[in-house]
């Protein structure tokens, strides 16, 4: 694979935009189906246990993202096809997401409702996990791009473009799609998120086009290959499993929530409206978020991305420990407001790190491991988590709090020790 090993060329504010509008669509997929739409469908099918059904189906729909991403980034890295490497796979993600995800709109609507209601969840498993498998095709193909058109010192700059998008598209599901539920228009929102999936991927490769070279004939693989070579790397670079394992802690105490936020403040806060507290704590936290995230990713090209990552951590671990313990709704909203401003840096500098570390010959593979970060942390929230949360009651999720703030802990504590600066360092000197 020597077509296409990195760039030196300077690229645009433009181009980064354009190249991560992708991040922004599926985002925006993710936020809505994961923490107000899957919870939403549910709650119309089911009438007891609906907390751990909405873990389970989270659960093997996340596992399928996993499996898929990492597939995409291999076959990316080998694909020979004249519009690029990465293209094909993040086009085609991109329109099978549309269909995939207005599927439950058979149940939905008032004159098919009576033929497809019986079949209202396996219709919602069916789309779930259709939209992970859609979503996660465009996304492992993508991550690689950072590695492929980005020269090194803009990857800080690229990752903090594409936080900002990616918060972009979570702050469009959380104010419009709580706004279209509580309006009972559930199937505008499915059809809302999979247009603006669709058209995310037709602009994000239209602004690549001509950038994106293909690999060369010769390295071009089946399905079967890149099924038996999903775990295997030519080159081993240990120090980016260890931030990878760091970073899925991490993740994995921020993803506690995601499936059942609704739930959490039906019980902490009864006093206020579910959709509308969810609303303004997602709002507060993506504002945060985003302003932290292009800040940190700037601020990580010249200071390094190490120090950065690792405060964030422990600081996430405190305020999240704190959001568990108290009553009092104005202060919570204060401390998801500090987390947010802590998990910017995690959020932005951690790709630029992990595409700093990734062999440039195997870029696809590495950054889909890298994505294993966020896949298995909602595989995990929502199966562990799904348990904890069979009876919603106060100690259940002041539990979740806890146990959030030890693995954000845990995962401070292993990248401290395990990626430490030298072997950074020395890892991207031998890139060069």
Not at 71 to 86: E, V, Y
Not at 127 to 156: H, I
Not at 193 to 202: Q, T, Y
Request: hydrophobic share 55%.
């Amino acid at each position: 694979m020597t077509e296409q090993s990195g760039t030196t060329v300077k690229r645009s504010i433009g181009f980064l935009f354009g190249m991560s509008m992708l991040m922004l669509g599926a985002n925006l997929v993710w936020t809505a189906y994961n923490s107000l739409l899957l919870p939403t469908l549910v709650e119309g099918i089911v009438t007891t246990g609906k907390g751990l059904v909405t873990g389970l189906i989270g659960f093997l729909g996340t596992l399928l993202a996993i499996t898929v991403s990492i597939l995409a980034g291999i076959l990316s890295d080998h694909t020979a096809s004249r519009w690029g490497r990465r293209t094909p796979a993040i086009l085609i993600g991109a329109l099978l997401g549309l269909p995939l995800i207005g599927l439950p709109t058979l149940f939905l609507a008032p004159a098919l409702r009576p033929v497809f209601l019986s079949l209202a969840l396996p219709i919602t498993i069916i789309s779930y996990c259709g939209m992970q498998f859609a979503t996660n095709v465009g996304n492992g193909a993508w991550w690689p791009l950072l590695v492929d058109v980005v020269p090194e010192k803009q990857r800080g700059a690229a990752s903090g473009i594409q936080g900002a998008l990616t918060l972009i598209g979570a702050t469009i599901a959380i104010l419009v799609v709580t706004f279209l539920i509580e309006k009972d228009q559930t199937s505008a929102a499915l059809w809302l998120v999979g247009g603006i999936f669709a058209l995310s991927g037709i602009v994000n490769v239209l602004v690549i086009r001509g950038k994106d070279k293909p690999a060369g004939q010769s390295d071009r693989i089946s399905l079967g290959r890149a099924l038996r070579d999903m775990f295997r790397v030519r080159t081993r670079v240990a120090v980016f499993f260890w931030l990878v394992l760091a970073v899925l802690l991490a993740y994995l105490g921020l993803n506690s929530l995601q499936f059942f936020a609704l739930y959490f403040f039906q019980v902490y806060f009864p006093a206020v409206n579910p959709e509308a507290a969810f609303r303004t704590m997602g709002g507060i936290s993506l504002v945060m978020t985003m302003l932290a995230s292009v800040l940190a990713g700037v601020l990580s090209d010249k200071i390094g991305r190490r120090p950065l990552i690792l405060w964030s951590m422990f600081i996430c671990a405190i305020t999240t420990l704190l959001m568990g313990l108290t009553g009092n709704y104005i202060f919570f909203l204060t401390l998801a407001g500090l987390r947010a401003v802590a998990t910017g840096p995690i959020f932005a500098i951690v790709p630029a790190l992990a595409s700093d570390l990734a062999p440039k010959d195997e870029a696809g593979q590495y950054m889909a491991y890298n994505n294993l970060s966020t896949g298995i942390s909602g595989a995990l929230a929502g199966l562990v988590f799904g348990f904890i949360l069979i009876t919603l009651t106060r100690t259940t999720f002041t539990a979740l709090f806890v146990i959030s703030a030890f693995l954000f802990l845990l995962g401070g504590i292993i990248f401290a020790v395990k990626v430490p600066q030298k072997e950074i360092d020395a890892r991207i000197e031998a890139a060069k």
